[in-house]
């Protein structure tokens, strides 16, 4: 039973000092908890700190200047992926456009014959 009771109390599992936490609040807890372990808010940019949450606001504060890097290369990545996309649908809409007309073309053939 204490190792599924949701009332059971708990420490945190990160012994962070945080005691009395009820099982089914240890999860929100964790969102919290400042010795969890948690990515920098700019790893989807190419970021790799992975440390304690309480680490993260000196982190942000001493790469400032990388991450505004990070951010400047994904800006560039992304703008030259639109442009490629732009260029591709602009092909794509020349190809079905011809297909339509190609289409009306043997449509209009087609009634020709059948009168």
Request: with cysteine.
């Given at each position: 039973l204490r190792e599924t009771c949701?009332?059971?109390?708990l420490v945190c599992p990160n012994q962070c000092g945080?005691?009395?936490l009820l099982r089914d609040q240890v999860a929100a807890h964790r969102k919290t908890c400042p010795r969890e372990k948690v990515h920098c808010y700019?790893?989807?940019a190419g970021c790799s700190f992975d440390d304690m949450?309480?680490?993260?606001?000196?982190?942000?504060e001493q790469n400032l200047t990388y991450h505004m890097q990070l951010i400047s290369q994904t800006g560039e990545q992304n703008k030259e992926l639109i442009l490629k996309a732009k260029a591709d649908f602009?092909?794509?809409?020349?190809?079905?456009?011809?297909?339509?007309?190609?289409?009306?073309?043997?449509?209009?053939?087609?009634m020709l014959k059948a009168n």
């Amino acid at each position: 039973l204490r190792e599924t009771c949701p009332k059971v109390q708990l420490v945190c599992p990160n012994q962070c000092g945080a005691v009395d936490l009820l099982r089914d609040q240890v999860a929100a807890h964790r969102k919290t908890c400042p010795r969890e372990k948690v990515h920098c808010y700019y790893a989807n940019a190419g970021c790799s700190f992975d440390d304690m949450r309480m680490a993260l606001p000196r982190h942000h504060e001493q790469n400032l200047t990388y991450h505004m890097q990070l951010i400047s290369q994904t800006g560039e990545q992304n703008k030259e992926l639109i442009l490629k996309a732009k260029a591709d649908f602009a092909r794509e809409a020349v190809r079905l456009q011809t297909r339509i007309t190609d289409l009306e073309k043997k449509t209009q053939e087609q009634m020709l014959k059948a009168n």
